[in-house]
């Protein structure tokens, strides 16, 4: 394996890093997901709950304990209870907005390794395809021994490259749809607070 790595040339050391950093991208981002998806629902039932009682400073200060992208929208909505609908919905939907950015961390930065591993393959393969050229143009036609060196660097990196780019797509792909179906989750969860709290 390593043999194969060192004959793909100098290119398969940026292409492994994009692969390292787009996995760990992928990790990240999937740990946050559970993490907030995990505290979602209670957050939502317990706020409800306290809601239902008239104890809406005791809700508020739930949130403020909670540390998740739900509570940061409810305190927003709490502290401006009684406020009409409309209102409410503006502001809930200001604060959402930046806890979207959150979840989509890193999620742009995984679609440009997506974008860029094939291209190093490819800047790979036309490297390899000088180099056997500059040995034809050296000495002639040569022999399989001589173009080969080329001629398999241009294949490896181009594999190699490809290799990457596909896990990726298919990562930066589902990474972004999970982040969509939880903004939509907790624009829900923060739609049933507010016709709670509207005056």
């Known amino acids: 394996m390593i043999d194969f790595f060192t004959r793909g040339g100098p290119l398969m050391y940026p292409i492994l890093l994009c ?55 409810l305190i927003v909505v ?3 209870r009684g406020c009409q609908r409309s209102y409410l919905k503006s502001l809930a939907e200001e604060v959402g907005e ?5 979840l989509q961390r890193y999620l742009g930065l995984l679609g440009t390794i997506a974008n860029i591993t094939p291209l190093l393959g490819l800047l790979g393969t036309v490297l390899g395809m000088i ?20 001629i398999s660097e241009a294949l490896i990196t181009t594999a190699a490259g490809l290799t990457v780019a596909v896990p990726m797509i298919l990562l930066h792909r589902y990474l972004s749809s999970r982040s969509e179906r939880l903004v939509l989750e907790l624009e829900e969860a923060t739609m049933q607070v507010v016709d709670l709290v509207e005056n």
């Open 19 to 73: 692969s390292v950093i787009g996995w760990a991208i992928f990790m990240e981002r999937i740990f946050a997901f559970i993490k907030v998806r995990r505290k979602l629902r209670p957050l939502q039932n317990a706020v409800k709950d306290l809601l239902h009682k008239d104890k809406a400073k005791e809700a508020l200060d739930l949130c403020t304990q909670n540390k998740s992208p739900l509570a940061r929208i």
């Open 131 to 150: 180099k056997a050229f500059n040995v034809i143009a050296t000495e002639g036609m040569g022999t399989p021994a001589t173009l080969g060196g080329g």
């Open 78 to 80: 709490l502290k401006n």
């Open 98 to 102: 930046r806890e979207a950015v959150f």
